[in-house]
């Protein structure tokens, strides 16, 4: 999954949550040195608080949601 094409998994594989389209922008996606894959997906507040009591689904993986808050120095 790419960041281009990421809204419109999010949105068909998970129905249930009722996520607008538009709302979701995809940030950046890295790995980290256990080569474990990040998405960075900036939302509005709702969909914040309805994502982090639910999973996500995206492919053939179901994802934990977390804040993530980067910090400069």
Do not use: H
Not at 3 to 31: H, M, V
Not at 36 to 54: C, D, G, H, S, T
Not at 58 to 68: G, K, R, S, V
């Amino acid at each position: 999954m790419t960041p281009e094409n990421a809204e419109d998994t999010i949105i068909a594989q998970n129905p249930a949550l009722e996520l607008p389209e538009g709302d979701n922008q995809t940030k950046f996606a890295f790995k980290t040195k256990r080569n474990i894959r990040n998405m960075i997906i900036e939302v509005n507040p709702q969909i914040a608080r309805q994502l982090l009591q639910n999973i996500l689904k995206l492919e053939w993986m179901i994802c934990n949601f977390d804040d993530y808050v980067s910090i400069n120095r």
